[in-house]
Structure formats: structure tokens, C-alpha cells
């Protein structure tokens, strides 16, 4: 037998309107909607995207700071 959406026991995770993690206790699954765009993830796999993304945030926080930091050092040396 198939499920249905009334089957589903779901619960918002984080996120509020338009982007948002739900999960599914009776599929075990994470879906992650962004806007009309959804993604359902088994939960391994949940995992292994949320860690790439938390290591995507931190390489780009560091570029961040770096190319701040570049435009920092290269304004003040053409300062007479």
C-alpha cells in the first residue's frame, strides 16, 4: 500500500516559509524546500549535504575574509 501525504507525520526543522527543513517521521526522510523547489533526502544523506554545506560556508567565510582583506591592503598602499 502506498502512502499518502495524510500518512505523513511531518515537522518543521528549521527555517520558516519558503525555505525551510521538514521531516518525515514515517518515511524518514528530510525534505528541504526553497521556494517551489523541494529535495527529500534519506537521512544519511541529509547528513553528508548538511556537512558539505557547513564546509562550503566556512571556505567561503575564509575567501570572504580574504579578499576583504586584499582590497584592504591593496587600497591602503596606494594611499600617499
Known sequence: ???????????????????????CEKCNVAEIEIGAMSLRLENHAFHSVAEMIQEAAARLAIYSANQSHHQLTTSTNNVH
Open 1 to 23: 500500500m502506498m502512502k499518502t501525504v495524510n500518512d505523513c507525520k511531518r515537522v518543521v526543522l528549521a527555517g520558516g516559509e519558503g525555505c525551510r527543513v521538514v521531516y
